[in-house]
């Protein structure tokens, strides 16, 4: 295997000294999981079902009617905890803690003369894409892209409500592309601009410029391989204009949404103001 650490939430392992043209078949438990067929010395090869902490996974391969043994010793699944960062400030206490830290010390950081920035990305798009990024950048370890093969991945959500998924591993400064990218806007809705709304002074919002899109950090459920979501958009219609928040749910592996999603937030309270749902309640 190459894909190691094996993780609770990986839903692919890469199978390594493989011939081409051969079909791979892995075993979890001694139970088998998942096929593959090698195009060249390694594979990617789909579980069926999650996986627990301390399954054994192993995997041969067959060629020409010939099945091999199993290769190396079982692998052994480990926690997830320490190979993601699913939420702003790693836990839901949001704390900002990372426990599994191997590098930084509380006696080595106050002795560093410096920090220095190691991946740069930029939007592929920047043209229509120029809304800023307030939401904190997420992590997923050994994500099976289709096509693309298995990436570690950065998150990054953006005040134009549109979503991208970047190889955290390759460094490429302004050339970056994304793995894929995800607009959270449904159809015939606008961006949300700062102008649309009115600041404690007068004139537009001052503090998120020039777009309000998704500022809220996303949350992702690597059990379900499923990005939470928040954005704000606008709908136009007849000299209308309404503004909806919406939460969404996006396959981590495509951007694709789920099914069902996304749904809109709403949110009422007793009264007689407008707009309001015939039933005394303000929206």
């Known amino acids: 295997f190459r894909s190691k650490p094996v993780e609770t939430c990986m839903r692919s392992v890469t199978v390594s000294g493989l011939v081409a043209g051969a079909h791979v078949d892995v075993y979890v438990n001694s139970i088998w999981r998942g096929s593959a067929i090698a195009t060249a010395a390694t ?11 301390g399954d054994t996974i192993k995997a041969r391969q ?18 997830s905890a320490g190979y993601y960062y699913l939420t702003q400030h790693f836990n839901n206490a949001r704390t900002g803690w990372f426990p599994y830290e191997k590098t930084l010390t509380v006696s080595n950081v106050s002795k560093l003369t410096s920090f220095t920035q ?14 800023v990024v307030y939401a904190q950048p997420l992590y997923a370890h050994h994500v099976n892209i289709p096509g693309l093969g298995a990436h570690n991945v950065v998150y990054v959500s953006t005040e134009d409500a549109v979503v991208f998924a970047f190889d955290a591993d390759t460094n490429t400064g302004t050339n970056s592309s994304a793995l894929w990218q995800q607009s959270l806007f449904p159809y015939g809705e606008q961006v949300v601009s700062n102008t649309d709304f009115i600041g404690p002074k007068g004139g537009g919002c001052t503090n998120i410029v020039p ?11 690597c059990a379900s391989y499923t990005m939470w979501v928040v954005a704000k ?13 919406r939460l969404h749910a996006l396959d981590i592996s495509t951007g694709a949404e789920r099914p069902g999603s996304p749904v809109e937030i709403e949110a009422s309270f007793p009264g007689t103001a407008s707009p309001n749902d015939g039933k005394g309640n303000v929206l």
């Open 233 to 245: 958009t606008k709908a136009v219609v007849g000299g209308t204009t309404t503004f909806h928040t």
């Open 118 to 131: 190691d991946l740069t990305f930029k939007d592929p798009d920047g043209t229509k894409h120029p809304g």
């Open 43 to 53: 594979a990617e090869v789909p579980l069926s079902g999650s996986l627990n902490v």
């Open 62 to 79: 067959t060629i020409c009617g010939i099945t091999t043994g199993f290769g190396e010793p079982d692998v052994v699944v480990v926690s």
């Open 211 to 221: 777009f309000i899109g998704s500022t809220s950090t996303p949350v992702i459920d």
